[in-house]
């Protein structure tokens, strides 16, 4: 027998139709399927730029599709990578707005009770108001969000205005109300991105549990195996559609990728062999005309006129075999080329080169954290960086894991403490906030292309002291950014390919030291696995904070530092 509950729910999906769409003359997406019904969980996977979020709010009706349709039923919730809220609006705002549908269903079922009469009474809409209460749990909702903003570490006072709190904290506060309003259609851009590991099993039991439709961007390889029932890739195939894997595990559907890109690079390459094969023969079929033999002058006059001929209809012939045996493939994806960074500086006149760490932290403090603690106090402990050497940091949320990894780059100046640098030793920085948020002019002047934004860096750093001309990495060799990608405005690149940018900027100067905070945030899931192969074999130091679960346990094996 089908509850009332279960008829609302039953009713809750989102469909796209051969959706196009496309920022000017740049088609982002082209002619994608997706259909999502209650009780499925949807990955959705791509390179940066590929259109996921793009996809996502189609989906939810913030952008209306150039061609297709989008259809959904029930209530919908997203969760988007960014905020944008009047001045003053504050958490309490955002609980109100999450639970408006809650209160709607309470009211509409005291409403229905109020008015019920036995002899006379509606009684389908009694039942349809008790099953959307009991589907949405509205006796439970406060309760829920206020759990869910524990879980998450977001902070819990409704008077707190958004615009006090940082970036990760608004996200937890969204992310909550989102959770605890149980809308029938749940839309996620990146939610672990802001979360500790407690947030993130919190977060995975609630979505498993999930009555309705959910679709996830994410890079998060161990949410793809634990909650998701399918993956729509975004990249293109071979055939230039978008390619959905049934396979739930992560390891099922990289194996499957990896097969098909395997088969798209062959034939590239054979295509590419073929045409080049083309090339040749019909520059030296056609350069055979010139040097024809040719009969002795005033006998057979007519022969090497014919034979002039019979060449060129053979090169002819030649030219319509080839191309009728040639298959157009496209261009396969970029590759991650991780550049062979170096272990040591060079020497450096009147260094006896001691051995010594490329970078030490001693006992330091860094004040200035929520209620007059500070960000970061190790005392009595020392962080040594040696050549070569890996160092994982882990812990929860506001343990001070950015702040040390700041420390170490010397973006942060010491409260306690000192910080030393062996003489010439550059470092690479992947913050949370790149050199992209800088790079940026205010609104209303042109923004940088990303290859001009990319040589005013390597000038900064020239100009501080921390660029060796004659070991300087050329962006446009990382495999993170295409040529067209890299002569767009900053300002129209996604926020993944700004993380690209970023990461190409910390690699930008062949460092000796890589210090990288979260690196896997917007990054793609398979460049996230090739930048995880890149770490383990660099002959660089790597010093990695993250509460990527996958990219911890790809990790498992280096020295580990908790703190909190």
């Known amino acids: 027998m089908t509850s009332a509950t279960d008829a609302v729910v039953d009713h809750a999906h989102v469909v796209a139709d051969a959706v196009t769409f496309a920022y000017g003359e740049q088609v982002v997406l082209d002619a994608v399927d997706l259909v999502v019904s ?16 793009t996809l996502l709010r189609l989906l939810a009706g913030d952008l209306v599709p150039l061609s297709g349709t989008v259809r959904r039923a029930g209530t919908l919730a997203v969760v988007e990578q960014e905020l944008d809220e009047p001045a003053g609006t504050t958490v309490g705002d955002l609980v109100d707005r999450a639970l408006a549908a809650v209160r709607q269903a309470s009211t509409e079922l005291e409403d229905a009770i109020a008015g019920f009469d036995h002899a006379t009474g509606d009684l389908a809409r009694l039942t349809a108001a008790m099953g959307r209460y009991e589907q949405l749990a509205a006796w439970d909702a406060d309760r829920r969000v206020d759990e869910a903003l524990a879980r998450f570490g977001a902070p819990r006072d409704r008077d707190r205005p958004l615009e006090r709190l940082s970036v990760g904290e608004r996200y937890r506060v969204r992310l909550a109300c989102r959770v605890g ?34 679709v996830i961007v994410t890079h998060d390889r ?18 230039g559609r978008p390619a959905l894997y049934g396979a739930t595990r992560y390891a099922d559907y990289r194996f499957a990728k990896d097969q098909m890109l395997r088969r798209w690079r062959a034939r590239h390459r054979a295509e590419r062999k073929r045409a080049a094969q083309l090339a040749e023969r019909l520059d030296a079929a056609y350069e055979g005309l010139s040097d024809e033999w040719r009969p002795p002058k005033g006998s057979q006059k007519h022969r090497r006129g014919t034979r002039a001929r019979i060449h060129v209809k053979a090169a002819d012939r030649l030219v319509e075999r080839l191309e009728a045996q040639a298959v157009e493939v496209p261009v396969p994806p970029l590759a991650l080329a991780f550049p062979d960074l170096p272990s040591l500086p060079r020497a450096v006149p009147g260094d006896r080169g001691g051995g010594g760490p490329l970078v030490e932290l001693r006992a330091p403090r860094v004040d200035g954290g929520p209620g007059g603690r500070p960000r970061l106090d190790l005392p009595g402990r020392r962080v040594e960086i040696p050549p070569c050497s890996r160092l994982l940091v882990t812990g929860p949320n506001g343990s001070g894991k950015s702040t040390l990894l700041a420390a170490l780059a010397g973006t942060v100046a010491l409260d306690r403490g000192s910080r030393t640098v062996a003489p010439g030793v550059r470092l690479g920085v992947l913050a949370q906030e790149g050199p992209t948020e800088h790079a940026e002019p205010p609104d209303g002047t042109p923004s940088p292309s990303a290859f001009d934004a990319y040589a005013r860096h390597a000038l900064d750093l020239l100009a501080a002291g921390r660029l060796d001309p004659e070991q300087l990495v050329p962006v446009a060799a990382l495999g993170l950014l295409t040529e067209e990608d890299l002569d767009r405005p900053l300002r129209e690149l996604s926020v993944g390919q700004r993380r690209r940018f970023d990461l190409a900027c910390a690699l930008l ?15 793609s899931v398979g460049l996230v696995d090739e930048l995880t192969q890149a770490l383990r074999a660099t002959s660089a130091a790597v010093v990695v904070a993250t509460h990527d679960r996958r990219m911890r346990a790809d990790l498992a094996d280096w020295p580990e530092l908790t703190l909190g």
């Open 509 to 523: 100067a062949a460092p000796h030291v890589l210090v990288l905070d979260e690196p896997t945030n917007h990054l």
């Open 38 to 53: 209650a009780g499925d969980r949807v990955g959705l996977v791509g390179e940066n730029g590929a259109g996921k979020t």
């Open 222 to 239: 161990q949410l793809l195996d634990d909650v998701m029932t399918a993956i729509l890739d975004l990249d293109p195939s071979m055939d």
């Open 181 to 214: 309003e149980r809308a029938d259609v749940l839309l996620l851009d990146e939610p672990t991105n802001h979360l500790d590991a407690a947030g993130i099993d919190y977060l995975t039991a609630r979505l498993r549990e999930w009555p309705g439709a959910v």
